[in-house]
């Protein structure tokens, strides 16, 4: 049970990662919100920690605070994009994109 329910949160952590990575390619989301992604890439690039990585290696305590850094900047990150957009990304994730008009028909040219 367990296995299957850690599968299950990589796959939406993966799906959340996909998800920040769309919109903040996005031109339509803010760049208030684009600037919080790029604040935290920025914190997890810099030597400086919250947490030194080196203060307690084997609980893996040194990556807790990056890892909390990047979640939050992704919880903002959506917070900060406009609803719409956020909702027409996780649509097309989903693979619910519906195909342009023209190509709805069927070949040679027949109306479907």
């Known amino acids: ?17 996909r998800l920040v990575w769309r919109l903040v390619g996005d031109p339509r989301v803010p760049l208030r919100a684009k600037l919080v992604a790029a604040g935290a890439g920025l914190l997890l690039l810099s030597p400086l ?38 909702a027409e990304h996780r649509a097309r994730l989903r693979g619910a994109r519906r195909l342009p008009r023209e190509t709805t028909s069927l070949p040679l040219g027949f109306p479907s």
């Open 1 to 17: 049970m367990t296995i299957v329910r850690t599968f299950w949160q990589l796959r939406s952590l993966f799906s959340q990662a």
């Open 49 to 86: 920690d919250i947490i030194p990585d080196a203060l307690l290696p084997l609980l893996g305590l040194g990556v807790a605070d990056d890892v909390t850094v990047l979640l939050l900047a992704a919880a903002l990150l959506v917070a900060l994009s406009p609803k719409e957009v956020v």
